[in-house]
């Protein structure tokens, strides 16, 4: 079994800035990458930013700037620092971790956790 629990999120006013965190614990071969979705209501959830296990990153452009991932490979924990928070950055924000569990290439979800951002 494969579990992403996150952490973090909360209630800042707008210009404030937030952090939540991803750890994935359980049995499988390798984490090809990690990131962060987010999806505010009535809205579909995107990519907000992800890091593959080379380093590699990618962000969405409404948060290039501001937010910043990162990952600690040893730990299988993924990190964003949000930064200048904007009320349309309220969301919930859901971990996803790529991964192989024996041949087999999977995502998976964490169970979401809350960012809210007040003018």
């Known amino acids: 079994q494969v579990q992403l629990v996150e952490s973090g999120g909360g209630l800042v006013q707008a210009g404030g800035s937030l952090s939540v965190s991803c750890a994935v614990s359980?049995?499988?071969?390798?984490?090809?990458?990690m990131g962060w979705y987010r999806q505010a209501p009535g809205k579909q959830r995107e990519l907000v930013a992800r890091i593959t296990s080379s380093g590699s990153t990618e962000y969405a452009d409404s948060v290039k700037g501001r937010f910043t991932i990162s990952r600690d490979n040893a730990k299988n924990t993924v990190s964003l620092q949000m930064n200048s928070l904007k009320p349309d950055d309220t969301a919930v924000y859901y971990c996803?971790?790529?991964?192989?569990?024996?041949?087999?290439?999977?995502?998976?979800w964490g169970q979401g956790t809350q960012v809210t951002v007040s003018s």
């Open positions: 359980g049995s499988f071969f390798s984490i090809v990458a």
């Open positions: 996803n971790a790529q991964l192989y569990v024996g041949f087999r290439r999977d995502d998976y």
